[in-house]
């Protein structure tokens, strides 16, 4: 059984208690803190279902191990290291994902828009965005981000505001001193492989501030590219000829995760998951056609760095009518199939290695959330689960 034991980054403020101490009474029924999902609580569901194994001296013909190493999937290096002089065991199991089985992972990719520093800018009384950041780390749906407008007048803060409004689910907070005004967006926060479990703050905000054209500073460039190339859609629609799906993976899902400020470049940051279908080399120059064309109509000099990661499917797996059989008789599910995910696990790097668990089908994912918890139920059916597989698979 593989897995890791770093987390994700967390914002104190949105928890309520510390997000690294075990929350148990905030939410009768849940465990809350960062890691509870991803991946502290299976790494301790694994444990105690060996403890259980060894203490009721249950008789296996081969050997259980587990592999737990102190990275997120973003550095797979210390593991690729250990596997060099370590030989992995025949059948593995990774557990950091969800159930029934995964069996197919999309490719990670990134897309990373960087636009030059302001230059002096006229004294002007016409309405400036003058700043526009948002998100949190790269993984994450992001569930916050702000602008700042120069010289608004109160009619154009009644066009955004109704134009927010009409945003379901989304909360704004308008503030003001004097002509400047600071519009916060606040969304909901979501691993990025499943950017449908959240709502992206920075697509959100960048669209309710579409309601004039925008000149003159970094903010109203970056504001042009992600209402004309990113939109609020999820899949890349909008983004030229990107946009693709397979069968059995799914949609390709395209996701700003950080707009930032950087040495005085503002940099956003997008994360996309591909499915099969269509090779690297095709999208990348997909991307840079939809971006060429952005830049010649917009006159700005503006840099684009792509990187498109392979996606990775198992299909022969000899463990895998057991895990379904295991999850069929505990859940009362009849034919569970495998399933195929957005997010890549340590499943890539073993022999005849997929995922089983923790999340269970249809249900919100929390990991790299703001949000992050796992039900005592569902942790009771997991340590089941784990026991009930490995028993099987090991006598």
Partial sequence: MITHGDVQPVDPAKWARSPFELDRTSEPGKLLGRGTEDDKGPIATALYAMKSIQDKKVLLRKRVELYVYMAEESDWEPLKEFLKTHTPPDINITIDAEYPVVTAEKGYGSIKLSLPADAALPSATAPVLRSLTGGFFGSQIPE????????????????????????QGMRYTFERQGETLTVKALGVSAHSSKPEDGLNAISMLADALNVQPWTGTQAADMLSFLNQLVGTGLYGEKFGQIAYRDAFMGPMTVAPTVLKQNNGELELNINLRRPQGKTAYALRQQVLDAFNGWKAQRHVAAELQVQIGEPWLQTSAPQIPTLLTVFSHY?????PQPVAIGGGTNSRLFPNAVSFGPAMPHTVYTGHSEHEFITEKQLLLNLQMYTAALIELAK
Avoid at 331 to 335: E, F, K, R, S
């Fill in 331 to 335: 859940t009362g599910i009849t034919d």
């Fill in 144 to 167: 916050d981000a702000r602008a700042t407008i120069e010289h608004a007048t109160a009619a154009l803060e009644a066009q955004i505001r109704a134009r927010a409004q009409q945003q």
